[in-house]
């Protein structure tokens, strides 16, 4: 199992960019799939991008082109760049983390604790 911890958002204008980090600690060995969702209130979580263990991205495509998924895995750390910020951005980003234990033969998934972003016009 992987303990995720998010920071690095706030509130910044229109037009702006945020960096959010996760820090993974825990079986990060077995970490399979880091992604980065949204969730407004009253409504379910949704993808915005995703990084594999092999490198692979994978956006919505919402957000292509606006935010980048990178990692450095020397501080077990994925990170969302976010540029040209909208006030449609405005959410809850929560890290996510799909782990997979061959010794106990079971999937795991993730969960940060959230950090708001808002976006002011």
């Known amino acids: 199992q992987v303990q995720l911890v998010e920071s690095g958002g706030g509130l910044v204008q229109t037009g702006g960019s945020l960096r959010l980090s996760c820090q993974a600690s825990?079986?990060?060995?077995?970490?399979?799939?880091t992604g980065w969702y949204r969730q407004a209130p009253g409504k379910e979580r949704e993808l915005v991008a995703a990084i594999s263990r092999g490198g692979s991205e994978n956006y919505a495509d919402s957000w292509k082109g606006r935010f980048t998924i990178s990692r450095d895995n020397a501080k077990n750390t994925v990170y969302l760049q976010m540029n040209s910020l909208k006030p449609e951005d405005t959410d809850v980003y929560y890290c996510?983390?799909?782990?997979?234990?061959?010794?106990?033969?079971?999937?795991?998934?993730?969960w940060g604790q959230g950090t708001q972003v808002t976006v002011s016009s």
């Open positions: 825990g079986s990060v060995f077995s970490i399979n799939v």
């Open positions: 996510n983390a799909k782990s997979y234990s061959v010794l106990l033969r079971k999937q795991y998934n993730d």
